[in-house]
């Protein structure tokens, strides 16, 4: 994260025992439920959560660096941030830090999301209520 970012959100979450896998640590599947988790709790901040009738976000990419494992028991906190602001998308930067020590990185990366017509499939203008809410 760069120090102009604008941070979007900074949540808590514990990381729960059926998140483990063989190896005794979380999933890396799991990685992607806990940034989902964060970008619902963000979205539900956003007035209108960027939805209408005719637009709404999907995640057209994913791109997670997985640093170090996430061993149970765990606090961990992920923290999002706008990463690149276009016309029709938003790249949301995100981290995954342990809540104790927050220069442990688990995982760090971002995703893209891309306003679409719900009509058409196709994309469409990022909502004014989420772009005012990236400048926060």
């Not at 998140?19 to 990685?31: I, P, Q, W």
């Not at 539900?44 to 990419?61: E, K, R, T």
Request: net charge negative; aromatic share 8%.
């Amino acid at each position: 994260m760069t120090a102009e970012a604008t941070v979007l959100l900074s949540t808590p979450m514990t990381v729960r025992w059926r998140d483990l896998d063989a190896f005794n640590h979380v999933n890396n599947s799991k990685y992607l439920s806990y940034l989902e988790e964060a970008r619902l709790r963000w979205m539900l901040s956003v007035p209108g959560q960027g939805l209408d009738d005719d637009v709404a976000p999907v995640v057209a990419a994913a791109h997670l660096n997985y640093r170090r494992p996430i061993e149970w028991p765990a606090e961990i906190v992920i923290e999002l941030f706008v990463e690149r602001l276009g016309n029709t998308s938003l790249s949301i930067g995100h981290r995954i830090t342990a809540a104790g020590n927050r220069d442990t990185l688990y995982c760090d990366g971002y995703v893209v999301m891309v306003w679409i017509d719900r009509a058409t499939g196709q994309a469409a203008a990022l909502p004014e209520s989420v772009r005012e809410a990236c400048r926060r």
